[in-house]
Structure formats: C-alpha cells, structure tokens
C-alpha cells in the first residue's frame, strides 16, 4: 500500500500500475493479484487508507494530545498536511477532478475535516455566518497554501500564518 500511495502521489492514479509496483516491492504479478482481484480493487483500497490515515488517525491523535480548541484545530491541519499525508492529498484532489467517485469520497473527508473546524470554532465563535467564513478560510488556507510560491513582502511563511492564525482566533 505504501509503494502504491507513493506512485499516486508521484504521478497520479495513472501511475498505480500493477506491474511497476509488483516489481518495486519484489513480487511477482501473479503475487500481487493474490492480495488484490484487480487494479480496481487496489484503488479503492488506497482510497480506504488515505481516509484513514488523513481523518480517522489523525482526529484520534489531534484528541488524545489535546488543548484549547485552536490548538487541536492547527494541529490537525498541521497532521492532514504533514510530509507522509500532503503529497497523497494533492495527488487526490487533482484525481477528483476528473473522476465522479474520487470527488465523492474527497467530498466526504472534506466535510468530516470541516466538521470538525466548526466544532473547535464553534467554542468561541457562535455567529453561523461567521463561523462558516472561519472554516473556509482555515481549511481554504491549509490546502492552498502548499500551491502558493509568493513571497510575503520580507517575512516568513511561517511568520505569515501564525498571522492567519491569530486572525481566524481574534
């Protein structure tokens, strides 16, 4: 599973080829298809462990370390997009664009990722409106940022969204 996360990270769903990875992990194809009945099959596995590992694993670990609601919400945007995760997020979004069940299943953990900032904002912000403008714009901020290349006229990045932090915390 990891070598195929890798490939799809690399080069998009297009690059989980069965026989490139039977041979990256040292077996042969009729070896594969004893752990998969098709490539089909492998895709949506991938997909199950991207889930996984991006909400479920990542919620359980944001919660048992716990803190103030702006830390849990930093932390699991921090986690989603974390070395081992970022490259397989993109790398599904852009699938998403052009097949109807990855957007669906995209669309699922977006909505539990979102869920869960509006329950963290929810604590201290209580205007619906402006509590759905908090989530977009932190969630907007998370998964963008890693498109964006400009400079910050002098400061850092990091500098920068401790800024975006403290504006969606005021």
Same mark, same amino acid.
């Given at each position: 599973?990891?070598?195929?996360?890798?490939?799809?990270?690399?080069?998009?769903?297009? =690059?989980?080829?069965?026989?490139?990875?039977?041979? =990256?992990?040292?077996?042969?194809?009729?070896?594969?298809?004893?752990?998969?009945?098709?490539?089909?099959?492998?895709?949506?596995?991938?997909?199950?462990?991207?889930?996984?590992?991006?909400?479920? @694993?990542?919620?359980?670990?944001?919660?048992?370390?716990?803190?103030?609601?702006?830390?849990?919400?930093?932390?699991?945007?921090?986690?989603?997009?974390?070395?081992?995760?970022? @490259?397989?997020?993109?790398?599904?979004?852009?699938?998403?664009?052009?097949?109807?069940?990855?957007?669906?299943?995209?669309?699922?953990?977006?909505?539990?990722?979102?869920?869960?900032?509006?329950?963290?904002?929810?604590?201290?912000?209580?205007?619906?409106?402006?509590? @759905?403008?908090?989530?977009?714009? =932190?969630?907007?901020?998370?998964?963008?940022?890693?498109?964006?290349?400009?400079?910050?006229?002098?400061?850092?990045?990091?500098?920068?969204?401790?800024?975006?932090?403290?504006?969606?915390?005021?």
């Amino acid at each position: 599973m990891a070598a195929a996360l890798r490939a799809l990270a690399a080069g998009g769903p297009d =690059a989980v080829r069965v026989e490139s990875l039977a041979q =990256a992990i040292g077996v042969t194809k009729g070896g594969f298809y004893g752990h998969f009945a098709d490539r089909n099959e492998l895709l949506a596995e991938m997909l199950d462990t991207w889930e996984r590992r991006s909400t479920d @694993e990542v919620l359980e670990r944001v919660e048992r370390e716990g803190g103030d609601p702006m830390t849990k919400a930093r932390r699991a945007g921090v986690l989603t997009f974390a070395d081992d995760l970022r @490259e397989i997020d993109l790398a599904v979004r852009d699938w998403a664009r052009r097949d109807g069940a990855v957007a669906a299943r995209l669309r699922r953990v977006d909505n539990r990722r979102m869920d869960y900032l509006r329950a963290q904002f929810g604590t201290f912000c209580t205007d619906e409106d402006e509590l @759905e403008a908090r989530c977009l714009i =932190a969630f907007a901020v998370a998964v963008g940022s890693h498109f964006i290349a400009a400079d910050h006229g002098g400061r850092s990045r990091a500098d920068v969204m401790q800024s975006v932090v403290e504006l969606l915390r005021a």
